[in-house]
């Protein structure tokens, strides 16, 4: 498909996405279901077009004067592709499937406005709702911040020790662009794809089929690094999910002592086990049942606590959950988190840790979070976390956003997705 055609095809999509309130992937598989024609390519050129749309769909609306589908879509080209009024039309001119290039309306719109000029919320590509949040969070550097969360992503993995070194995996990768990533042991990454590439298929490799590596963000990684499992302790991962934290926790553990990896809800528990077996992990207990969780109470020497939240960190990666989240689903969230941190510290023996983290970027959810935690739950505080953070990375606290109640990471300053780490202490 020539660019005109995919241009049409993310127009369909996006109106799609806007008129059933759906989530952009079920969107795009739809439309590559009924349109079997296209290949991986013209696919994949689709959804860098669709996903662009979504992450700077204010300024795109803003440059073109319009919200609209197509709006966004020419505004995705011109502000991510390297695209402009002129080489659109010179792409669009004949082909057979394109929308109507730019209007003499729409090209004054894009020449008369300067995104210098809008709006902060404009700026930051987030909603209003969401801007003053964002600014409790990160204070005066709060639009740098949102600017950095709706770039592209890179494909990050990590490297397992249990089974390969980092040589070992750079080596069986080379073809596919892999660099190391400065400071965090064992990341590997492939930069952020551009205009309508796509990342290479890296699960399809015998390397990733051995177990010598997993695809997991540099954040996720620097945040099971911070929760300090070592060989011999017992661990529990309170809400482990797919299993991604417990595989690094295992691997740091060089399989020695104990992981319980529980989740309440069962069906996220599914893919870990074929997870832990490709990986090697032997150290690992996955416990269903909550009810099975009564022999560890005050036994555990760290409680891992990867807490269902809002997801704003990732807002790169899933641009569409952005327009789709309301205060009130920020308000369950936080009442569960609440809930989940009070069951999770019963695990904790005295003397023990118990970490929390989040994928948000909202202080609702992390540090208001923690510090609720401590003013009803008795016997615990803060690490220091500054003296945590030089522990672990050879990083500038100013790398990330280093507080008295916990660490932020996030694109801007780390690289990665927005996460937040508080590791709190129970007394001995």
């Known amino acids: 498909m020539r660019l005109g055609g995919k241009l049409a095809a993310a127009i369909e999509v996006l109106d799609d996405i806007g008129r059933r309130h759906r989530p952009a992937a079920d969107a795009l598989k739809d439309w590559g279901l009924s349109h079997r024609f296209a290949g991986s390519g013209d696919r994949a050129g689709i959804g860098n077009i669709v996903y662009d749309a979504l992450r700077r769909r204010r300024s795109a609306a803003w440059l073109l004067d319009s919200d609209e589908p197509r709006a966004l879509a020419f505004g995705a080209l011109l502000l991510e592709w390297g695209e402009t009024?002129?080489?659109?039309?010179?792409?669009?001119?004949?082909a057979r499937f394109a929308p109507p290039p730019l209007s003499d309306a729409e090209r004054a719109a894009f020449a008369g406005r300067s995104l210098d000029d809008a709006p902060a919320a404009v700026r930051a590509d987030c909603p209003d709702w969401c801007a003053p949040l964002l600014e409790a969070a990160w204070g005066p550097d709060w639009v740098a911040e949102a600017v950095a969360l709706s770039g592209r992503p890179p494909l990050d993995l990590r490297v397992n020790r249990l089974k390969a070194d980092r040589a070992k995996v750079e080596a069986a990768l080379r073809g596919a662009g892999v660099t190391p990533v400065p400071d965090i042991p064992d990341a590997l990454r492939i930069e952020p794809i551009a205009g309508g590439g796509r990342h290479p298929n890296v699960q399809a490799e015998p390397a990733f089929q051995k177990g010598w590596f997993e695809v997991q963000d540099a954040g996720s990684q620097?945040?099971?690094?911070?929760?300090?499992?070592?060989?011999?302790?017992?661990?529990?991962?309170?809400?482990?999910?797919?299993?991604?934290?417990?595989?690094?926790?295992?691997?740091?553990?060089?399989?020695?002592?104990?992981?319980?990896?529980?989740?309440s809800e069962k069906q996220r528990l599914a893919p870990i086990f074929d997870r832990l077996k490709r990986a090697g992990c032997r150290n690992v207990q996955v416990v269903a049942d909550s009810?099975?969780?009564?022999?560890?109470?005050g036994q555990m020497d760290l409680v891992l606590?990867?807490?269902?939240?809002?997801?704003?960190?990732?807002?790169?990666?899933?641009?569409?959950?952005?327009?789709?989240l309301t205060d009130r689903q920020l308000a369950a969230r936080t009442a569960e988190q609440a809930g989940i941190l009070d069951a999770a510290a019963?695990?904790?023996?005295?003397?023990g840790r118990l970490v929390y983290v989040t994928c948000s970027v909202f202080a609702e959810e992390n540090e208001r979070q923690v510090e609720s935690f401590l003013g009803r739950r008795?016997?615990?505080?803060?690490?220091?976390?500054?003296?945590?953070?030089?522990r672990s990375f050879d990083l500038p606290e100013e790398a990330a956003a280093v507080r008295p109640s916990g660490i932020r990471l996030s694109p801007r300053r780390t690289g990665t997705d927005g996460f937040f780490v508080a590791v709190l202490r129970r007394a001995a």
């Open 222 to 263: 620097m945040a099971a690094r911070l929760a300090g499992a070592a060989a011999g302790m017992q661990v529990l991962d309170f809400c482990a999910g797919a299993g991604g934290k417990t595989l690094a926790m295992s691997a740091a553990m060089d399989n020695k002592g104990q992981i319980f990896a529980h989740d």
């Open 85 to 94: 009024p002129q080489s659109l039309a010179a792409a669009l001119e004949g």
């Open 291 to 297: 009810a099975q969780l009564a022999p560890l109470e």
């Open 305 to 324: 606590v990867d807490a269902p939240c809002t997801g704003s960190g990732t807002w790169r990666r899933r641009p569409d959950a952005k327009w789709r």
């Open 346 to 351: 019963v695990g904790v023996k005295p003397g």
């Open 378 to 390: 008795a016997g615990f505080a803060p690490e220091d976390h500054a003296a945590l953070w030089r």
